[in-house]
């Protein structure tokens, strides 16, 4: 984990398994690597990258409010495949926040993902490792077949078990739930 937090901090771009599919991470203020990364998974420009985090307290670094709607899901559902949209806070890059100005971000469960959010302790993304439209890495020499020498570093944790992608949702202002992606949490 040594080598990736270096990584991280220097602005490049690591892959790690999570729960369910290899991801692509860099550091969430990285304004170098965010932009590499983005030119890499030719990812469309209205797509942000959402992040994961350590636990709760790490999201002050990144989030403005978080509503007890919210917390309620944090409580219930993290560390889990639970992605929550929140109001992001003002600086932060356009690559990760979108155009209505929120952040998607989750605490992974137990994964390579959440030992990695917890000893770098700051957030990173956790984009598909994958270039858009195909199919999600589930092993360590897919993302070598997609990425080859363009990523800095693998974290090989062997194959993943696939499955569903966290569920998306964005807690209303008035209350209530929009599910934005259904996946692996079934909130209904």
């Given at each position: 984990?040594?080598?990736?937090?270096?990584?991280?901090?220097?602005?490049?771009?690591?892959?790690?398994?999570t729960e369910t599919f290899y991801a692509l991470g860099v550091?969430?203020?990285?304004?170098?690597?965010?932009?590499?990364?983005?030119?890499?998974?030719?990812?469309?420009?209205?797509?942000?990258?959402?992040?994961?985090?350590?636990?709760?307290?790490?999201?002050?670094?990144?989030?403005?409010?978080?509503?007890?709607?919210?917390?309620?899901?944090?409580?219930?559902?993290?560390?889990?495949?639970?992605?929550?949209?929140?109001?992001?806070?003002?600086?932060?890059?356009?690559?990760?926040?979108?155009?209505?100005?929120?952040?998607?971000?989750?605490?992974?469960?137990?994964?390579?993902?959440?030992?990695?959010?917890?000893?770098?302790?700051?957030?990173?993304?956790?984009?598909?490792?994958?270039?858009?439209?195909?199919?999600?890495?589930?092993?360590?020499?897919?993302?070598?077949?997609?990425?080859?020498?363009?990523?800095?570093?693998?974290?090989?944790?062997?194959?993943?078990?696939?499955?569903?992608?966290?569920?998306?949702?964005?807690?209303?202002?008035?209350?209530?739930?929009?599910?934005?992606?259904?996946?692996?949490?079934?909130?209904?």
């Open positions: 984990m040594e080598c990736a937090l270096k990584y991280l901090r220097e602005g490049k771009i690591i892959s790690y398994p550091a969430c203020d990285s304004a170098e690597g965010l932009k590499r990364l983005w030119e890499l998974k030719k990812r469309p420009r209205d797509k942000p990258f959402p992040l994961i985090a350590a636990d709760v307290n790490q999201l002050g670094i990144i989030v403005n409010v978080i509503g007890p709607e919210a917390m309620a899901l944090i409580e219930k559902y993290w560390p889990g495949p639970l992605t929550i949209l929140f109001r992001a806070r003002a600086g932060l890059s356009p690559y990760i926040t979108s155009a209505a100005g929120t952040v998607a971000v989750r605490v992974p469960g137990g994964s390579t993902a959440l030992a990695l959010a917890r000893y770098v302790r700051f957030p990173v993304t956790s984009t598909s490792a994958n270039i858009s439209n195909n199919p999600p890495a589930d092993d360590a020499q897919t993302v070598m077949d997609y990425f080859g020498d363009s990523i800095d570093m693998i974290i090989d944790g062997g194959k993943t078990p696939g499955g569903p992608p966290s569920t998306i949702v964005e807690v209303l202002h008035g209350g209530g739930i929009n599910v934005i992606r259904p996946g692996a949490v079934n909130l209904s």
